[in-house]
């Protein structure tokens, strides 16, 4: 039901900060609970951050609070992550996603998804 983009990522030195953006192509965009997942190689993909429909409402992961923030800029039809004080732990590939019911940390609530885009963070 909607396509949704993301860019931002690249490769940054720890201690550096990386603001993500995922674009959506279609008008529907504002019945979507947003969030953002990511993904190594060698790991499950783990929830990061979701936020609800009006963006008042964000929800961030324990292992990145205090330095990830989500919001959405619902006119633009997009939603960010911002991210500061990278890890190399924080490598991973991000996806962002779209929800319209279910648990905002599980995977299995979005129903449309991003093809992703790599963060690598060198120590």
């Known amino acids: 039901q909607v396509i949704l983009g993301e860019s931002g990522g690249g490769l940054v030195q720890a201690g550096g900060s990386l603001r993500l953006s995922c674009v959506a192509s279609?008008?529907?965009?504002?019945?979507?609970?947003l969030g953002w997942f990511r993904q190594h190689p060698e790991k499950e993909r783990e929830f990061v951050a979701a936020?609800?429909?009006?963006?008042?409402?964000?929800w961030i992961a324990d292992t990145v609070k205090g330095r990830f923030t989500i919001s959405r800029d619902n006119a633009k039809n997009t939603v960010y992550l911002s991210m500061n004080n990278l890890n190399p732990d924080d490598t991973a590939r991000y996806y962002c996603?779209?929800?319209?019911?279910?648990?905002?940390?599980?995977?299995?609530?979005?129903?449309?998804w991003g093809q992703g885009t790599q963060v690598t963070v060198s120590s």
């Open positions: 996603a779209a929800s319209v019911g279910g648990y905002y940390a599980y995977a299995t609530s979005y129903s449309d």
């Open positions: 936020i609800d429909t009006s963006g008042t409402t964000p």
């Open positions: 279609r008008p529907t965009f504002q019945d979507y609970v």
